[in-house]
């Protein structure tokens, strides 16, 4: 895999090229237009032909695969759910024990998907960015892309049937239509950019009324056509005369108000704010109230004033970096790669490993998406050369004495499954 702009160390992996072709898939507008006019923004609809995908999205999961995974793979909840009219079926419905040998009690059963399919309802298979190699790997190319966590759920509805209401998310998406028809309604937002904490069942009255007005976009979604809409934006979709199958990617990206939960969390280092109210403050009384939320508020502003930027990002980094996993490893072959490394040996760096490397007086320290490893500071000149991509032989790792040094640093970072074998 070809990599571009290898970083300096600051905690983003080197971008492989096929990030911008995951992207270019999606949108049918070069990336720039895209982040200008549309990301956050308004929903852009890309249509089959404008898109380089000569079979669509059936290379990510087609109908078959689906039924593979819901058929052979031994799926469990929560990576299926299923809906009917508007509403999600308890899971007791369509799960139960996995037979001889398994001791577990919520296995989706195909017999009961199977009714329950044939009868309208719509299924929802979760988390495809961790159980279905070809999403695997899109995932993280996309997610290099747009340098924000993702998550891939596939709807399998039935014809004619609509799994959901009116309804808004509060993360981005994209669908990707794979198999069938599916006429979507798309209105403007009742609460733009909404938290997580700000699900459209709180604003139900209110989506229901706009629901019933004209949208804002009216269109069947074909085989190979893709749909991008920013949080917060209202839609429904509902299969046409045949069954359909499409994916939506979740785009899970921090927020501004995510920075300010965690000033709000380092905040607690300042005394003012620490102190107690005064005895027998009646919290009722607004009055009683408005002298200690000004000082409260001054308190506040004083110590923004001096909160520390790289206490900030490493709370953030904190938050980002596990909700997107670098690409698998395989333990077994990686186990083997331990026992037969040599001078010769080829590494790689673990593709989507986010990290950062900071140097502390006589060691080095590398901050990963799991975990710290603190090394030898005169390990750092090859760490840097075979986290940025440049060196692949063992061998030839700069900065270290001899073999033995630079054998023992790579065994060391295979078997922490930041390398794998090239």
């Keep these: 895999m070809t990599y571009v702009d290898p970083p300096g160390g600051h905690g983003r992996p080197a971008v492989p090229l096929s990030a911008a072709e995951a992207l270019t898939r999606c949108v049918s507008v070069e990336s720039a237009k895209f982040a200008a006019d549309h990301w956050g923004r308004s929903p852009l609809l890309s249509r089959a032909a404008e898109l380089p995908n000569p079979h669509g999205f059936t290379d990510l999961l087609s109908p078959a695969d689906a039924d593979e995974l819901l058929s052979r793979r031994g799926l469990r909840t929560p990576f299926l759910r299923v809906a009917k009219d508007g509403q999600l079926v308890p899971a007791a419905r369509y ?5 001889a040998g398994a001791e577990i009690g919520d296995q989706v059963l195909d017999e009961k998907v199977l009714a329950l399919y044939a009868d309208g309802a719509t299924l929802v298979l979760q988390g495809l960015h961790r159980t279905w190699p070809a999403l ?3 995932t993280r190319d996309l997610g290099a892309a747009l340098a924000q966590p993702l998550q891939v759920n596939a709807y399998l509805t039935p014809a004619g049937s609509q799994g959901f209401a009116t309804h808004y998310d509060t993360h981005d998406v994209f ?3 794979v198999d069938g028809r599916k006429h979507w309604r798309i209105h403007p937002p009742v609460l733009v950019d909404p938290l997580e904490r700000q699900p459209w069942g709180g604003r139900a009255d209110e989506v229901a009324a706009t629901a019933d007005g004209r949208p804002a976009l009216d269109v069947v979604l074909e085989p190979g056509d893709a749909l991008y809409l920013p949080r917060g934006w209202l839609h429904s979709a509902q299969a046409q005369e045949s069954s359909s199958l499409h994916l939506t990617v979740g785009i899970r ?3 501004r108000y995510a920075v300010v939960e965690e000033l709000l969390g380092l905040a607690a280092e300042d005394a003012r704010l620490r102190a107690g109210l005064p005895f027998g403050l009646d919290l009722a009384d607004p009055d009683a109230i408005e002298p ?9 502003r004083d110590w923004l004033l001096r909160a520390d930027p790289a206490a900030v990002a490493a709370r953030l980094r904190a938050r980002l970096w596990p909700a997107a996993r670098p690409a698998p490893i395989r333990p077994l072959a990686q186990a083997e790669a331990l026992t037969r490394l040599a001078p010769d040996s080829r590494v790689a760096v673990r593709a989507g490993l986010r990290w950062q490397l900071t140097p502390t007086g006589d060691g080095t320290v590398l901050r990963l998406f799991d975990r710290t490893l603190t090394l030898p500071g005169t390990c750092e000149a090859a760490l840097r050369a075979l986290l940025a991509g440049e060196v692949t032989r063992v061998g030839d790792l700069p900065g ?3 073999d033995a040094d630079r054998l023992t640093l790579t065994r060391r970072l295979l078997k922490e499954a930041v390398l794998v074998p090239a």
């Design 136 to 138: 695997v790997d899109f």
């Design 175 to 177: 669908v990707l239509q």
């Design 95 to 99: 799960t139960g024990g996995g037979g």
């Design 292 to 300: 200690e939320l000004t000082e409260t508020v001054e308190a506040l």
């Design 253 to 255: 990206a921090l927020t």
């Design 400 to 402: 270290l004495d001899d």
